[in-house]
């Protein structure tokens, strides 16, 4: 049962492809939050004008 708790998931052999792809992936989503308003106004709204 220890050896469950411990285990961390080091031996796998593309760890790091994957921690810095998940990295890069959070970076990009924090950056088009940080700036979704000026993407929107560059790429023009989807919602109808009338509202």
Known sequence: ML???LHT???H????WIVLSGLLL???GLGLGTY???IESFVGSTSPSGE
């Open 3 to 5: 050896d469950v708790l």
């Open 9 to 11: 998931g080091t031996e």
């Open 36 to 38: 979704r308003d000026r």
């Open 13 to 16: 052999a593309n760890l790091t």
């Open 26 to 28: 959070f970076i990009g």
